[in-house]
């Protein structure tokens, strides 16, 4: 790796870690300009003006603004997350598995959607203007127009109400085999796979017909080759740095916009438990949330990023 290349990288990683930390600052901020009182959610209305100052100064509410951010900080830098005012459950063990089960239903949405986009992509091309490109383009545009709460509702209504093939809800527990997990989450990962399968695709036919563009593509035509050996051998390497930028904007989309979905289908994951103690003012919880989608979406776009420059043949090989 030259000295640029490497300076680029360091700058990027560098980026990547400013931006964390000004996120932290957002969400604690955020977390703070909250309405309303916590020690007063706690204890219930009828809490006695003692017992309310008392919980304000054993919860440290009555320090500095900056001194709280600051605590809280150094806690995250030391893996701890902090104290769940709700249930007194530490924060780090609470999460551990809700953000494996998040991690579970996005990886398996991925292992469907990434490659399935990019067939679609390459068949796409490969029939450019023709009936099964404007076939495919259809039902993608169709699938990323729908909202997704609308595409769970249809989907729980017609395949796990009325056709019975998949569950409603997608309760997994550490005691189910791996194949009634799926079977569980069978229906927020079509759901997911939909969402994103669109973007990724279209992106895949835009990169590889930008490529077919070049000199070496229709040099490669006049030697005879087949349109599909053309695409497959010459322009779809060329063109795997664009399409993989946005297969890591899209597995950070996964792995951060599945509230929604979580919470729609009832799924243990991250995005539910973040819904919950939202509604009950549990500030620990929804800054500890909020720092881990950051720290996903960042670092995958970060990683993104960094692809790119290593995939960009005038930095890696500077006259």
């Known amino acids: ?149 609308m595409l769970s509702y249809i989907l729980i209504f017609y395949i796990g109400v009325q056709l019975g093939w998949a569950p409603s809800v997608a309760m997994i527990s550490a005691n189910m085999s791996f194949f009634a997990k799926l079977h569980a989450i069978a229906l927020p990962v079509t759901v997911l796979v939909m969402v994103v399968l669109a973007h990724m695709m279209r992106m895949t036919r835009a990169a590889l017909l930008n490529v077919m563009q070049s000199a070496y593509i229709e040099t490669a035509e006049l030697n005879g080759l087949s349109r599909f050996k053309v695409i497959w051998r010459h322009a779809f390497p060329n063109a795997i740095a664009p399409i993989v930028n946005v297969v890591m904007l899209n597995m950070a989309y996964l792995v951060v916009g599945v509230v929604v979905v979580e919470v729609v289908f009832v799924y243990p994951g991250m995005g539910q438990y973040l819904v919950d103690h939202v509604a009950k003012r549990d500030v620990p919880v929804v800054q500890a949330c909020g720092i881990i989608f950051a720290g996903v979406y960042i670092s995958l776009n970060m990683l993104a990023d960094i692809f790119s420059i290593l995939a960009n043949p005038r930095l890696r090989h500077p006259r």
């Open 1 to 149: 790796m030259n000295a640029s290349l490497l300076k680029l990288v360091v700058q990027r990683l560098a980026l990547g870690l400013m931006l964390i930390f000004f996120v932290s600052i957002l969400i604690f901020a955020g977390t703070q300009m909250l309405p309303g009182d916590v020690a007063q959610a706690i204890l219930g209305q009828s809490a006695t003006p003692e017992a309310l100052a008392n919980l304000r100064a054993e919860l440290g509410l009555n320090a500095p603004v900056y001194q709280r951010y600051l605590s809280w900080l150094v806690g995250l830098l030391h893996g701890d997350l902090g104290t769940s005012l709700t249930n007194g459950q530490n924060i780090a063990t609470a999460i551990e598995g809700r953000l494996s089960n998040t991690l579970f239903l996005a990886g398996c949405a991925a292992i469907i959607s990434v490659p399935l986009a990019i067939i679609l992509g390459l068949v796409s091309v490969l029939y450019r203007n023709r009936w099964p490109d404007k076939l495919i383009s259809t039902i993608t545009l169709a699938s990323i127009s729908v909202p997704e709460f």
